[in-house]
């Protein structure tokens, strides 16, 4: 099973970030926390502390268009909140 993981870099993960040293992911909705952990100490080479994950639920949309109302939903996400160890930090932008 393949898992993909993307950093989130909002305003809310960059202060969770600052303050309390926790990264925010988004990941593939079947992954556990255990796998989560082990990918990001291989991708990023720190220490993972706790993994705290959540599921954001799928919301209702609709708009209205010259042929009538459209409506949809947007999908569901799992979000992974990761502590790394102290003095420890995750650079996304090294590859740029």
């Known amino acids: ?7 989130i870099l909002t305003e ?4 969770l970030t600052e303050k309390l040293n926790v990264y925010t992911f988004a ?3 079947d992954a ?6 082990e990918l990001v100490e291989s991708l990023y080479g720190v220490k993972v502390v706790r993994v705290n994950t959540a599921v ?15 409506r949809g939903k947007t999908a569901q996400w799992k979000k992974a909140l990761v502590s790394v ?6 650079d996304f932008f ?3």
């Open 94 to 96: 090294s590859n740029i």
């Open 12 to 15: 809310k993960a960059t202060r």
């Open 85 to 90: 160890a102290e003095g420890e930090s995750i």
């Open 27 to 29: 990941v593939s909705p």
């Open 32 to 37: 556990g926390k255990g796998q989560i952990k």
């Open 1 to 7: 099973m393949e898992i993909s993981i993307k950093p």
């Open 56 to 70: 954001m639920r799928a919301k209702n949309k609709s708009r209205w268009t010259k042929s009538g109302l459209l």
